[in-house]
Every structure is written in structure tokens, then in C-alpha cells.
């Protein structure tokens, strides 16, 4: 499905039902805005660990603006103020009052500014391998990462060091066939058949990464503003995560008020693939205590 809207044009999915049948009437499900990472890929790879989460609120997977099977547009528009200026305008396009928000790596920053711009907005965040910040902290904290990580695991070493330390790949061919000789990185104990499928499936953007890389990703910082986060949230992060650690994971717990952790003892980046029953239990189990509503 496509929706035209704040000067552009987004692909969106939906997974679930909007109405079910409840005895003797029709009970309306709440809306969960599903967001993907990258922001080089497109929210394929999420699914389909994430669509068991239908059984209990309606999925709108967003491809965003410039990404995936979203029109592309000139790089300056793919800036982070617009981006989530999309996802509010796609909320109302939509109908929609108060929305949950599931954003995951790069989705969790978007869902993260989208909350403290939005705050009546948004009724419940849950947050997926992410971090309240980026810049030169961060590139740093994720080299030093990444060099414990060849000491334990040097099998890695070549995956990491072209994935980390050569020139970037430019053709939307060579950007793939990179994408399928390091995405087992971003797990504990990768699953080759999974890592070979979703890395041949995902659309990839890379217009929009480099705009991220060059002009929003040394600014990125909410760190301040977590503490304007009212809604219920959930944080979820992988023990053995290079990228968005634990550590990250606390910074944000310490930060959104009442928000709660749940770390993946045998996880990377991608928690919900590698451990996908904890996954679903500990989101099913955060919104029973904190039901869904418009």
C-alpha cells in the first residue's frame, strides 16, 4: 500500500486485523508503527519474526522515505525531522489516534525523536537493539566493540574488517553482495540460511544511509530529552551486541522514566531472530501489564 503525504510518497504494510470478533460484537485492535533499521535497508528482514505480534494489535511495517519501495527523492530530504514528520502524517493519513511505536536499531532512534516531538502521539514505545545516541562516542565505543570481538571470535576477523575498515562498496550490487559476506556480524550464532535469505530479499537505500552517515548521524542525540518520554516503554538489547549494547540499553532505561529492560543473554543485534520466543513473551507480557489503548 502507498500513501501520499508530506511531500512524498511511503510503502506501508499491514499485518493483522483492525477489527475481530469478540462474542457478540467487533472489538477495534490498537495500531503498532513498525520501524526498521539501516537506514540502508528496508523493513523486510524484520518479518517474519515480528508478525506473531498481530495477535494482539494491528502492524504497520513503514518503509521510509527514499527507502526500500518508498519513492526516492533528492538526499536532502532524508533528513530526521522530515522522517518523522512522515510518520505523523502517515498516523493521520490513516486515521489513527495514539499509536505504539516498535522501532528497532535506526527504528528505535526514529521512534525515540518521534516520541518527544509527538508526545500525544505516541502510547507505548518499544525499543529493539538501539541507542540514544551517535557521532564520534559512538563510532569509537563500537571499534573498541568490535576489537574484543575478533579476540573472542577471530573466525569474524575478515567479515569485520571489510564490513568496518575498507572503502564502501557503491554499486546497488556490490552494496548486496557485501551485505551477504557480513551480516552474520550482526548475530551471536548466525543462522547462515536466515543471514543468506534476509540479505537477499532486503531493498537497499544507500542515498539515504549516506545522508545519515554525512549529516544526521554526528549530531544524533536525545539523551538529554529522555526524560520527556511519558508513555510506557519497553527496551530490549542483545548481551553480545557490538553495536547497541547493553550499556546503551541502560543509558535509556536510566533516562525514559518507569521504562523497563530486558536483556538477550544469547543475542546480537538481531534479538528477535535469535531468540524469538523470549522476544515475543517479554513484548506480549510488557503489554498486559500496560494495555493498549487509542
Known amino acids: 500500500m502507498r500513501a501520499k503525504l508530506n511531500g512524498t510518497e511511503l510503502f506501508f504494510d499491514s499485518v493483522g486485523s483492525c477489527l475481530v470478533p469478540a462474542g457478540d460484537r467487533m ?13 540502508l535497508v528496508d523493513s523486510s528482514y524484520l518479518r517474519p519474526w515480528m508478525d506473531s ?3 494482539i494489535m494491528q502492524l504497520v511495517y513503514v518503509d521510509y522515505r527514499g527507502t526500500g519501495r518508498s519513492i526516492r527523492m533528492s538526499p536532502e530530504s532524508y533528513t530526521l525531522e522530515n522522517t518523522i514528520d512522515d510518520l505523523d502524517a502517515l498516523r493521520i493519513y490513516l486515521g489513527l489516534g495514539r499509536i505504539a511505536i516498535l522501532g528497532h536499531s535506526h527504528g528505535g532512534k ?3 525523536s518521534y516520541a518527544i516531538k509527538f508526545p500525544d502521539s505516541v502510547s507505548h514505545l518499544i525499543l529493539v537493539a538501539t541507542t540514544p545516541y551517535t557521532g564520534p562516542e559512538y563510532e569509537a565505543e563500537s571499534e573498541s566493540n568490535l576489537n574484543i570481538l575478533i579476540s573472542e ?3 569474524l576477523a575478515p567479515m569485520i574488517q571489510e564490513y568496518w ?5 557503491q554499486t546497488l550490487e556490490d552494496i548486496k553482495a557485501q551485505f551477504h559476506r557480513t551480516f552474520s556480524i550482526w548475530f551471536h550464532r548466525p543462522d ?7 540479505a537477499e530479499r532486503i531493498i537497499y537505500s544507500p542515498d539515504v544511509l549516506n545522508w545519515w552517515v554525512e549529516h544526521e548521524g554526528p549530531k544524533y542525540d536525545v539523551r538529554d530529552k529522555l526524560d520527556s518520554i511519558g508513555v510506557p516503554t519497553i527496551i530490549m538489547a542483545g548481551r553480545h551486541d557490538w553495536r547497541t549494547t547493553v550499556r546503551h540499553a541502560e543509558v535509556m532505561k536510566r533516562g525514559i522514566p518507569g521504562s523497563e529492560l530486558v536483556v538477550f543473554e544469547e543475542s546480537g543485534h538481531q534479538l528477535y531472530i535469535e531468540e524469538p520466543g523470549k522476544f515475543r513473551s517479554a513484548v506480549m507480557d510488557f503489554l498486559e501489564r500496560h494495555p493498549l489503548t487509542d
Do not use: N
Not at 165 to 169: D, V
Open 165 to 169: 575498515y575498507t572503502e564502501k562498496p
Open 110 to 112: 526514529l521512534a525515540m
Open 53 to 55: 505480534l498481530s495477535e
Open 27 to 39: 472489538v477495534e485492535r490498537p495500531v503498532c508503527f513498525m520501524l526498521h533499521g539501516g537506514p
Open 153 to 155: 571470535r577471530p573466525d
Open 192 to 198: 547462515h540460511k536466515i543471514v543468506s535469505d534476509v
